[in-house]
């Protein structure tokens, strides 16, 4: 037998290998930490969870920076191991191949002898899995209650392994191993009547009968004695069976005789038995009677002859359709099969059924129960069929359901069987199918039917993309594929990994050799026509979607059709309420995930399930979306989007100046859904922000212009905080063309507006100038007087930006004049903030004083944390001017806390970068390092490179005070660099050449002021 030695084994004391040889992890804790992974590998174990493991009594205040700690130090070690461990919301994971984890190698090999059938390979498979138990499971560290559930499972499949082993090794007439393997088990189980039991018929048929008659007198003293009950009826038939000398079962054909020294049969004394052999009832339970020749059915389909993957739902499956896996007396094993159309239900079905069909020598039964044609078969028919092939005669054939039932249950009752109910419409029509005690029955379906008492679910899903292309390679031949992977690769995802689609082109290539597989994937690129091509002989996915689709009732047929139109991103519920323009539309959606053709793929953090079309499934839904019906529902979910959107925006701490489309659809939210949904508007704009950038080119592509610009503009704000500037950029850039074809003014004004603040915070300085400009002559030609005042609220921006104070002024104080006309505060906090700023800028510390205090007053009087925040910016860059280095800190803290709460990074980045500079003079240079390195990470993140640009020359600076000369000269000189790619090669007199002294340079007390704040994000 070949000896299994993983690189991590758990089976046992807790041990790691490198290259064959012991790997020492020093420390319980990181052993302890390591454990708890591999016992979920592959599988994220979250921080809170291992935190407890590790401290089980007095949690630390320090505990996550510990487990931080830890995690580092495995990992420096388990490198060797080829292993890592990755860190993964909501904690960490550690990823294995089976083969390096003893846990994994477990499942794998017991997996694959169960596939493999009564042979010889599932013996040597079940062998060498419970040769990887070196003992009990992490025996040299301190347990936990977290790992009970978990080592428990493990136990139980330990067991399971080791009694099918034991039934195949009885089986084969190899007594004496299973002798030595059954007492072994009663050590740990001394009251398991079954595996008493099988010692007992095992001793007998190897000729030991004194010893079985001593089991058990042994036994049923145990049981007397110790739980006052006499041994069972099972128990006390194999007595039975022991005292008329029984024979034994005859043994597999399809494996070699035992080894030489193995007892394959009993001795001379049980061959002079006289009589008969017994009559059924007498038979031991695992030796089912068998059915008089020609009664007995075997209507299995053929095994699929490239079956592919699926390993983990075979040995599922595989484990509860086993006979061995439950008592012969007891309910059937039901496992119902679900999954969308295509993904293999029928064709895993019928391969685990041939895999455990030995085990059902009363026959196999197999029913088509057309749950997805317009008639599904009836009951009373299926059942006829069914009696028919059990040996009734038409003459024989009760009148009514129940009565056909009835007898169907008795004629499996003397014979288990294994019945498969293929394609089934839903409980009802399973129910009398069912049979009694002692078989198994194996549904599949669309629907998910989950009203059978103790039946197993397991729902498919698609291929993995490896098991797909091996899946394809079977079909069109690996070599063909190793040549074409890329294309391969492509096809298949094209095909979404949904087996029907994957044999479907796999088909059209093997029937067309002489093809590159380029031709198809060019063909399937286009997802209009991707159906059609989709299509071999009597094999086509579009007919298989269209099964189910027939079958819907008005409302969700409309809601899958429209849902085809809002793309391939996962879907909050509500938006089948604005599609069927209703609240609380749940029942259609439910009616939707239960026949598998909307996938349910998560709860997000806000507790919203959600939900997504297969990309197969979506063209489908697509195709027949080309009515008024599904117009109108597009609209709606576009409205929905934009007043969710609007009511989250309005619950944000800040907002940049909005524009809004005035005359873009609202549909609203059922007012509960709509509070829960925004009570936390930024986790929802988290959320939602993939979604609604879909929404924003969904409209686009409807040339719905209006709900296209509209839903842009209104994301600023979120975009703005979050510092989202590529989305920002690319929604403004297609909903501003959607504008201009649709010769929407107002729209490319706002579109215009909002690409000049893009360009403004990435420091390109013509362009926002150009944009500012145009769309101030637009909003003017229209007469909004508040967007002109935010155009020129740019145009003041990047004067002053480009150290044009005095112009910066004159647009600051224009646009102050028409926010106050207007009654507009939130605008005239904003234009006394800039005034101010210019003021600190031009040397006038009184007037920057008097301009920033109105501006902070109005902030708190509106609310404003993200505006106070900005001011107290600016009032800390004013006392670092007085020299009062200890108020600049704490206005420059307190700026930094806000922005920090808001989740604001850019802002908040900018603060730090100040709070850097005061301590770098204050000599705290480590603080100081700190603050300024964690602010050019952001600064480089965003592609703010005025900001890393300030931020590099302070560090240039602060080493250059620390004594490290060379470091300080790169630094400097990469800021000098930055600055000049700025403004395109120009010299800049701020800017500290490298041999300037520190505090001379950009940000010095006779310089221009730090990075001005433009509502809700940081310029320079």
């Not at 174990?45 to 130090?73: C, F, I, K, Q």
């Amino acid at each position: 037998m070949v000896v299994d030695q993983p690189t991590f084994s758990v089976l046992g004391a807790l041990d790691v290998r490198a290259s064959g040889r012991p790997l020492r992890i020093a420390g319980t804790k990181p052993r302890i930490l390591l454990a708890s992974l591999l016992l979920h590998a592959n599988h994220v174990v979250g921080a809170d969870l291992l935190v407890e493991v590790l401290w089980p009594r007095h949690r630390p205040r320090s505990a996550h920076a510990n487990l931080r700690t830890y995690v580092s130090s495995l990992r420096g070690v388990l490198d060797a191991a080829g292993a890592r461990i990755q860190a993964r919301p909501p904690g960490y994971v550690i990823e294995l191949a089976p083969g390096q984890l003893d846990v994994l190698l477990f499942a794998d090999l017991i997996a694959r002898a169960r596939a493999a059938g009564r042979t010889e390979e599932a013996v040597d498979g079940l062998s060498r899995a419970l040769g990887l138990w070196r003992g009990t499971p992490l025996a040299d560290l301190p347990g936990s209650p977290l790992w009970d559930g978990r080592l428990q499972s493990l136990a139980e499949l330990r067991l399971g392994a080791a009694e099918e082993l034991i039934a195949l090794r009885m089986a084969r007439g190899r007594y004496a191993d299973a002798i030595g393997e059954l007492r072994g088990l009663l050590k740990e189980h001394p009251f398991r009547e079954d595996l008493w039991q099988r010692l007992i018929l095992a001793l007998h048929w190897s000729g030991r009968q004194a010893e079985a008659l001593h089991a058990y007198a042994t036994v049923r003293r145990q049981l007397v004695t110790e739980l006052g009950i006499e041994p069972g009826t099972e128990l006390r038939r194999a007595h039975a069976a022991v005292l008329a000398g029984e024979l034994p079962p005859a043994t597999l054909p399809d494996l070699p005789p035992p080894a030489a020294g193995t007892v394959s049969g009993p001795p001379s004394r049980a061959e002079t038995v006289a009589g008969p052999p017994p009559p059924a009832e007498t038979v031991p339970h695992h030796l089912p009677a068998v059915p008089a020749p020609g009664s007995t059915p075997h209507q299995l389909p053929s095994d699929i002859p490239d079956f592919t993957g699926r390993s983990e739902d075979v040995a599922v499956l595989t484990q509860a359709l086993s006979p061995v896996e439950r008592p012969p007396d007891g309910p059937p094993s039901i496992v119902v099969v679900v999954g969308p159309p295509g993904v293999g239900k029928s064709a895993l079905a019928v391969h685990c059924a041939h895999a455990v069909r030995a085990g059902y020598p009363g026959g196999q039964l197999y029913l088509d129960l057309g749950g997805t044609e317009y008639a599904p078969a009836d009951p009373g028919e299926l059942l006829a069929e069914a009696l028919r092939a059990l040996g009734v005669g038409e003459a024989g054939l009760p009148c009514t359901v129940r009565e056909r039932s009835a007898l169907y249950r008795s004629l499996l009752a003397e014979r288990p069987m294994l019945v498969l109910l293929d394609d089934a419409a839903g409980a009802a029509q399973v129910r009398p199918l069912l049979p009694g005690n002692g078989c198994a029955v194996l549904v599949t379906s669309r629907r998910r039917i989950t009203e059978l008492p103790g039946a197993l679910q397991l729902e498919l899903d698609v291929l993995s993309p490896e098991e797909a292309e091996e899946f394809l390679g079977r079909i069109v031949g690996s070599e063909r594929l190793g040549r074409e992977r890329e294309a391969a690769s492509a096809i298949l995802r094209a095909c979404g990994y949904l087996p029907l689609a994957v044999r479907v082109a796999g088909a059209r290539l093997a029937g067309r050799p002489r093809w590159s597989l380029g031709v198809l994937r060019q063909r399937l690129e286009d997802e209009a026509g991707r159906l059609g091509e989709l299509r071999a002989g009597d094999l086509e996915v579009r007919v298989s979607f269209d099964r189910s689709y027939r079958l819907l009732p008005d409302d969700a047929a409309l809601a899958f059709r429209a849902l085809g139109l809002l793309g391939p991103q996962s879907l909050p519920g509500w938006v089948v309420d604005a599609v069927l323009d209703r609240h609380r539309a749940d029942d259609v959606t439910d009616v939707l995930v239960d026949v598998n053709l909307l996938q349910l793929v998560g709860t997000d953090p806000i507790g919203q399930p959600r939900y997504r079309l297969h990309d197969l499934v979506r063209c489908n839904a697509r195709e027949k979306a080309g009515g008024a019906p599904e117009r109108h529902a597009l609209v709606r979910v576009l409205g929905a989007w934009m007043a969710t959107t609007e009511s989250a925006t309005a619950r944000l701490p800040t907002t940049l100046f909005s524009l809004t489309s005035a005359r873009a659809t609202r549909w609203n939210l059922a007012e509960d859904t709509l509070g829960r949904l925004t009570a936390d508007p930024l986790s929802w704009f988290d959320a939602e922000h993939e979604a609604l950038v879909g929404a924003v080119r969904l409209a686009v592509d409807a040339g719905l212009a209006e709900s296209a610009w509209g839903l842009a503009a209104a994301l600023v704000p979120y975009f703005d905080l979050r510092c989202h500037f590529e989305e920002w950029q690319s929604t403004h850039r297609i909903a501003l063309d959607a504008a201009r074809l649709a010769q929407d003014r107002h729209g490319e004004a706002a579109m215009l507006r909002g690409l000049a603040q893009v360009c403004l915070y990435q420091d390109r300085y013509a362009e926002a100038t150009e944009m500012f400009r145009r769309s101030l002559t637009i909003f003017h030609e229209l007469g909004d007087v508040r967007g002109e005042a935010t155009s020129i609220c740019g145009l003041g921006a990047v004067n002053q930006f480009c150290g044009e104070h005095l112009r910066a002024l004159a647009y600051f104080r224009r646009a102050l004049a028409m926010f106050l006309a207007m009654g507009d505060q939130s605008g005239e906090a904003y234009a006394r903030q800039a005034i101010g700023r210019v003021c600190l800028a031009s040397g006038d510390p009184g007037q920057a004083s008097k301009w920033l205090g109105e501006a902070l007053r109005l902030a708190r009087e509106l609310g404003d944390s993200h505006r106070e925040g900005c001011v107290s910016m600016q009032f800390g860059r004013l006392h670092d001017l007085a020299a009062e280095p200890e108020r600049a800190m704490r206005f420059q803290g307190h700026a930094l806390d806000i922005f920090e709460g808001l989740g604001d990074l850019h802002c908040g980045a900018y603060a730090m970068q100040s709070l850097g500079g005061l301590q770098v003079v204050r000599g705290d240079q480590s603080h100081a390092s700190d603050q300024l390195e964690r602010s050019l990470l952001i600064f480089q993140r965003l592609g703010d490179r005025s900001g890393e640009a300030a931020t590099v020359q302070k560090l240039g600076e602060l080493h250059r005070s620390a004594g490290r000369t060379r470091l300080a000269q790169d630094y400097l000189h990469h800021a000098l660099v930055l600055r000049r790619e700025l403004r395109g090669g120009a010299d800049l007199a701020g800017v500290a050449e490298p041999s300037a002294p520190f505090g001379e340079g950009r940000w010095s007390r006779d310089a221009v002021p730090p990075p001005l704040v433009l509502d809700g994000n940081a310029v320079e």
